[in-house]
């Protein structure tokens, strides 16, 4: 068998490779912060996305963030789960005017400098509208520039900001100007919602 010599430079012993055991190394699984809805909260989401199953769950390694602000109205999920409930941004009634999204998007920032690197981004509902816009914003340069872009995407009943009849956050008005080049799952419908109440 033919093989090769390697310095070992704290010991000045050679190894070579028909010496070496052989090594299989697991990868390492995808790092996936995952975004929750509209007045939830990332244990919440953490309860929908455990009933998936365990083939799933297992190669994936997820984080599950609270959003920066707490809920300023009742929350939709109170029959099902107790608070604290939060909310990413806020709107107006009408949905053309959005406070403190620059903030949200410094707060998501500051977390993924914290206790990244992330390999990927898991919204659902209001936490999908962040994650559809980020990779774009990013390219953009408008949003998350001090962290390593975003290399996929898992969207949750999610939908475009702006939605058909909505305004924009100033920081996403170019996130979907051209093309985004991020592979990103689509989720529609209501599975996750079942399956957490259930």
Partial sequence: ML?????????????????????HLKPKNPRILCLHGFRTSGRILQA??????????????????DAPFPATGKSDVERFFDPPYYE????????????NFEECLAYIED???????????????????????????????????KVPKVKFLVIIS????????????????????????CPSLHFIGKLLLRCACS
């Fill in 158 to 181: 999610g939908a475009k900001i702006p939605g058909l009849m909505f305004g924009e956050p100033k920081a996403a008005v170019n996130a979907f100007s051209s093309p985004v080049r």
């Fill in 3 to 23: 093989g090769y010599s390697y310095p070992c430079f704290q010991t000045g012993l050679r190894l070579t490779t028909a010496m070496a055991p052989e090594i």
């Fill in 111 to 145: 977390y993924m400098i914290k206790n990244g690197p992330f390999d990927g981004l898991l919204g659902f509902s209001q936490g999908a509208f962040l994650t559809a816009a980020i990779p774009g914003m990013q390219e953009q340069g408008s949003a998350l520039t």
């Fill in 88 to 99: 990413w941004y806020q709107a107006n009634k009408g949905f053309k005017e959005y406070r």
């Fill in 48 to 65: 929908g996305i455990g009933k998936w199953p365990d083939t799933i769950l297992r190669d994936l390694d997820l984080d599950f963030l």
